[in-house]
């Protein structure tokens, strides 16, 4: 099934680059590459390092939230996951504002939180049950394309790669392959 989705994806992004002067569609390459059933995502810019003293999850107020060209980073990323012909089953996101900001301003339909994905940098939440939650949701995905929006450490975590705000990562999670790309 998923080998039928890639093929469909790739013609779709044929097609639109023939009708869009469209030549390379990273995206989509690098889900067809791998066999890819998970993109994950470092929310958009959001200057600074780690959270304030005062952080609560509840509260965007106490956190590190989008600035106005990480506004517009999630938003142009957005619109170039439109142009691929990607289109994702789930999409998911950490609870921190900059990744729920981020969420949000791509604009590609419902998302919804999942703790799993929450940064475990500053000690705001237990690593290891983190990576338990997120483990156990990548062994249940059996069909489609998942987008996580997430922080650095967690994709570092699952992936082994590093990547700036607003990168994406295509993975595997049968396979464990993963292949780092920029949208911009």
């Known amino acids: 099934m998923r080998t039928f989705l890639i093929a469909l994806l790739i013609s779709i992004s044929t097609q639109a680059g023939a009708n869009n002067d469209i030549t390379n569609n990273k995206l989509v390459e690098a889900v067809a590459a791998i066999d890819a059933n998970v993109i994950f995502m470092r929310h958009a810019l959001a200057p600074g390092f780690g959270d304030p003293e005062h952080f609560n999850v509840a509260n965007c107020s106490t956190q590190r939230n989008l600035s106005d060209m990480g506004r517009t980073q999630a938003r142009s990323i957005g619109t170039a996951v439109l142009n691929s012909g990607v289109e994702f089953e789930q999409i998911l996101s950490s609870q921190w504002c900059r ?24 000690g705001h939440v237990n690593k290891q049950a983190t990576l338990n939650l997120l483990h156990k949701k990548l062994a249940s995905l059996d069909h489609g394309l998942t987008l996580m929006v997430t ?11 590093v990547v700036g705000s607003g990168d994406l990562v295509a993975y595997n999670s049968t396979t464990f392959e993963a292949q780092a790309l920029t949208l911009e």
């Open 99 to 122: 990744c729920t900001q981020t969420a949000e301003l791509l604009n590609l339909g419902h998302w919804s939180t999942f703790g799993g994905l929450n940064s475990f940098f500053q």
């Open 151 to 161: 922080h650095q450490v967690v994709i570092s975590a699952i992936t082994k790669l």
